[in-house]
């Protein structure tokens, strides 16, 4: 009997080691709302971090969007743990008058695979077209 307590007890102590080394996302901030923005202007960026809270290397594998309103890029090489990488969203607001709301899909190397972020911003005339 104490040396089958013993094997558990020494599985128990080791288990976590013989677990793969594994990448854990975290977003700080899943949503940004970037305010007012005027229909005229060219474009508005705003950033997303990305924070490895994992013990492996984490890998953003691509982002997908469903409107040619926004644009993304993001950090290619790889976010080692305790690091911090970024996705930045670029909005071309022209044409997008009203409450405006993307989702950004961010691929990376973790479980779950997929994650959401979200843009939002109120898309107004210029003001001297309010005039």
């Keep these: 009997m104490k040396h089958t307590l013993l094997l558990i007890y020494t599985f128990l102590l080791l288990a976590p080691s013989l677990l793969p080394a594994q990448a854990v996302v975290e977003f700080p901030a899943k949503t940004i709302d970037i305010g007012t923005v005027y229909e005229d202007a060219d474009s508005v960026n705003c ?3 990305v924070v490895n809270k994992g013990d492996a290397p984490l890998l953003i594998q691509g ?21 911090r990488g970024y996705v930045t969203a670029t909005l ?6 009203g409450r405006f709301i993307k989702s950004i899909y961010i691929y990376t190397n973790t479980i779950p ?9 109120f898309i107004s005339e210029s003001p001297e077209k309010q005039e």
Excluded: Q, W
């Design 92 to 97: 071309f607001p022209k044409g997008y008058p």
């Design 113 to 121: 695979r997929k994650n959401i972020l979200r843009l939002k911003a």
């Design 47 to 49: 950033t997303f971090e």
């Design 63 to 83: 982002v997908h969007l469903k409107c040619g309103c926004v644009k993304a890029t993001y950090s290619k090489d790889s976010i080692m743990p305790g690091m």
